[in-house]
């Protein structure tokens, strides 16, 4: 008895909570190309199966934001190439990716 009125109040709480806990790995899947909706979705029904597979699945942006990350990060020793922005060294006189002087 009270089960009905009881649950009422804690199911929605668990709702709330479950739909909270689906923003998790509906962000990640967003960052990494996918659908975020669909994902909420898959988070709100299955969190941790869903978290886990957004955590290790493959980012579709990976390549090119990799790149952008290689490029902003700067060796010690190294420069920037003035046109195309890779690190070569300072000595160089002619930048061995796009073959631009750089100086
Ligand atoms: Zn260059």
Same mark, same amino acid.
């Given at each position: 008895m009270g089960f009905g009125s009881l649950n009422s109040g804690e199911m929605l709480i668990g709702l709330v909570l479950a739909a909270l806990l689906g923003l998790i790995p509906a962000n990640i899947a967003k960052k990494k190309g996918y659908s975020f909706g669909l994902w909420w979705l898959f988070g709100f029904l299955f969190f941790i199966l869903a978290l886990i597979i957004a955590l290790v699945m493959k980012s579709? +942006? &990976? /390549? $090119?934001?990799? &790149? @952008? =990350?290689? @490029?902003? &990060? +700067? /060796?010690? $020793?190294? @420069?920037? %190439?003035?046109? %195309?922005?890779?690190?070569? @060294? /300072?000595? =160089?006189a002619v930048c061995p990716y796009c073959a631009e002087k750089t100086k």
């Open positions: 579709k +942006t &990976a /390549p $090119g934001l990799q &790149a @952008v =990350a290689d @490029v902003q &990060a +700067t /060796p010690p $020793g190294m @420069v920037k %190439c003035p046109h %195309c922005q890779s690190n070569i @060294v /300072p000595q =160089a």
